[in-house]
């Protein structure tokens, strides 16, 4: 008699806690939800990718004037597409420190379900190649990432400018030739057709940076800018914050890439393709400034 009612008393004590570790598991344990805490929930591929720290950062390009363009008394390997050089006033602007890299690139393509670019094979990329620049998107691409980062794409000014400085120079880094130490770039006898390129992470190559210490803007990959391409566009002699042709059918890219010869990763050279052009050889950096708000 005595042991029942030790257990009668002992239900009756109990009662209310168990009922609230009841509650508290339907709350926060249900295994049949498939809304499970996120602690419990790994993450999945894209999603781990995508929360990786990545280098950012704009650096501000002051007003003034630069000599856009090339003289080629001074630049043989120039092109009359280049010509005449001439001095070009723009508004200060910002520009990306670093090319948009896979990572960056995959919150775009998460958030808006934009697909994904074609040398994205594994789940959707290998960490290894997570701060590479992204390869493979088109010019239209570029651009509605740009937009969707609450930037655009540089002018072609402004690209040249954050590449060169004020003083014409042939290189970011001055008027010496591209080395294995400042760009990723081909040189002689080393020019790689692999499956995936062999690029390098965006914030490689601290000694080839340009004046305002813009990385990679020779060699790596070539970079899609705003402006349609017309070859006699500098015949025109527009010096204040030129932007490009009204209409065309190609859209410039600038500063070479990693399987193309050292000239072509002039700050002045000029290349150009369709806005649906995708290639391997062509990646994007991001600017902005006053005018675009």
């Not at 890299?101 to 594994?122: C, H, I, M, Q």
């Not at 570029?142 to 072609?156: F, H, M, N, V």
């Amino acid at each position: 008699m005595k042991s029942r009612w030790s257990v009668a008393v002992l239900i009756y004590c109990l009662a209310p806690l168990a009922s609230t570790f009841i509650a508290w598991g339907l709350a926060h344990a249900d295994h049949e939800s498939s809304k499970r805490p996120p602690l419990w929930t790994p993450l999945d591929g894209a999603e781990r990718l995508a929360a990786m720290d990545t280098p950012a950062g704009m650096v501000p390009v002051r007003a003034g004037w630069f000599l856009m363009g090339s003289d080629p008394q001074l630049d043989r390997a120039s092109g009359p597409q280049e010509f005449p050089q001439h001095p070009v006033y723009l508004d200060p602007f910002e520009i990306d420190i670093y090319e948009i890299s896979n990572v960056d690139y995959l919150r775009f393509v998460l958030a808006t379900g934009t697909d994904w670019p074609k040398f994205w094979r594994e789940s959707p990329f290998p960490d290894k190649t997570a701060l590479h620049p992204v390869i493979n998107v088109s010019w239209n691409e570029a651009d509605a990432y740009c937009r969707w980062a609450g930037k655009r794409l540089p002018t072609e000014a402004e690209w040249e400018k954050a590449a060169r400085g004020e003083d014409g120079r042939i290189f970011p880094w001055g008027n010496e030739p591209a080395g294995w130490l400042k760009s990723n770039i081909a040189h002689a006898g080393s020019k790689r057709g692999f499956k995936y390129p062999p690029l390098a992470d965006v914030m490689r190559y601290d000694k080839g940076v340009s004046p305002y210490g813009v990385y990679q803007m020779a060699g790596n990959v070539s970079e899609w800018v705003s402006d349609w391409f017309d070859p006699e566009y500098y015949q025109r002699n527009l010096s204040d914050n030129p932007m490009g042709p009204a209409t065309g059918e190609l859209k410039v890219f600038r500063g070479g890439s990693w399987n193309e010869d050292p000239e072509v990763a002039r700050s002045a050279g000029r290349n150009a393709g369709a806005p649906d052009h995708r290639s391997y050889l062509i990646g994007f950096r991001c600017a902005q400034s006053e005018r675009d708000s």
